[in-house]
């Protein structure tokens, strides 16, 4: 099987530079990431960080990746920090992909699911766990915040989620929960808001908070002046 199926998953609207890869855990799973641009480019997810941290966040540990190109973006930092076995290749095992969609109902109450996903965080830095659940018509995605060494490497719950989703062809999205069971509010981080504001500009977050609380918003209220420019490409 060729590529070709991930990259028309990307999301390269400013520099149209297709990115894809899958990761192979220990146990013999995959996990397929493909790149995820930002307008703001430096929130862009390379398609390795994404597959790196979809597979941490379900419980496995990385040990190869199949990559398209051997100077994939972060692919050095990646390989180092679990002495992955760096494949290249144009035959990918997309036949071998984890199915990371739920379809199972929980529209009515999601919080218990929710507080289930926290133990799934990777969070030997912060000790501060978070969830998130990504809806979409027919069923959702869940995510976790991952931490590793390179502080800037890891990557937020909310983006897990949007990470699986992409990399399983799935954006049509209705609404994002969130969860906290530390801190005072159960809020997405500044950069996760610049990112929400692009993939889901008008959607319903709902925010479950540490103390028993709910809140509702709209995406584009939590960060109403997101960066946007016409001069940039999409």
Same mark, same amino acid.
């Given at each position: 099987?060729?590529?070709?199926?991930? &990259?028309?998953?990307?999301?390269?609207?400013?520099?149209?530079?297709?990115?894809?890869?899958?990761?192979?855990?220990?146990?013999?799973?995959?996990?397929?990431?493909?790149?995820?641009?930002?307008?703001? &480019?430096?929130?862009?997810?390379?398609?390795?960080?994404?597959?790196?941290? %979809?597979?941490?966040?379900?419980?496995?540990?990385?040990?190869? !990746?199949?990559?398209? @190109?051997?100077?994939?973006?972060?692919? +050095?930092?990646? *390989?180092?920090?679990?002495?992955?076995? !760096? %494949?290249?290749?144009?035959?990918?095992?997309? @036949?071998?992909?984890? @199915?990371?969609?739920?379809?199972?109902?929980?529209?009515?109450?999601?919080?218990?699911? /929710?507080?289930?996903?926290?133990?799934?965080?990777?969070?030997? #830095?912060?000790?501060?766990?978070?969830?998130?659940?990504?809806?979409?018509? +027919?069923?959702?995605?869940?995510?976790? #915040?991952?931490?590793?060494?390179?502080?800037?490497?890891?990557?937020? *719950?909310?983006?897990? *989620? /949007?990470?699986?989703?992409?990399?399983?062809?799935?954006?049509?999205?209705?609404?994002?929960?969130?969860?906290?069971?530390?801190?005072?509010?159960?809020?997405?981080?500044? *950069?996760?808001?610049?990112?929400?504001?692009?993939?889901?500009? &008008?959607?319903?977050?709902?925010?479950?908070?540490?103390?028993?609380?709910?809140?509702?918003? /709209?995406?584009?209220?939590?960060?109403?002046?997101?960066?946007?420019?016409?001069?940039?490409?999409?």
């Amino acid at each position: 099987m060729s590529w070709k199926l991930l &990259y028309e998953y990307v999301y390269v609207p400013y520099s149209q530079n297709k990115s894809a890869c899958v990761v192979e855990s220990k146990t013999g799973r995959f996990y397929a990431g493909v790149r995820i641009e930002n307008i703001s &480019y430096p929130l862009t997810i390379p398609a390795v960080q994404a597959a790196c941290a %979809i597979c941490l966040s379900e419980g496995e540990v990385p040990a190869k !990746i199949y990559v398209d @190109d051997s100077d994939s973006e972060q692919l +050095d930092y990646w *390989a180092k920090e679990f002495e992955l076995e !760096i %494949i290249e290749t144009e035959n990918p095992p997309l @036949d071998k992909l984890e @199915d990371l969609f739920h379809n199972s109902d929980i529209e009515s109450d999601p919080l218990p699911k /929710l507080k289930a996903l926290l133990d799934k965080a990777v969070i030997p #830095n912060s000790d501060f766990p978070v969830s998130a659940l990504l809806f979409t018509k +027919d069923g959702y995605f869940e995510g976790v #915040n991952v931490e590793v060494s390179e502080w800037t490497h890891g990557i937020c *719950a909310e983006r897990v *989620a /949007l990470a699986k989703a992409f990399a399983a062809g799935k954006t049509e999205f209705t609404r994002m929960e969130i969860h906290t069971k530390k801190g005072e509010i159960s809020s997405p981080c500044g *950069a996760c808001r610049q990112v929400i504001s692009e993939l889901l500009p &008008y959607h319903e977050l709902k925010l479950h908070h540490a103390d028993g609380t709910l809140s509702e918003h /709209l995406s584009i209220d939590l960060l109403p002046f997101s960066f946007k420019s016409s001069a940039l490409k999409k």
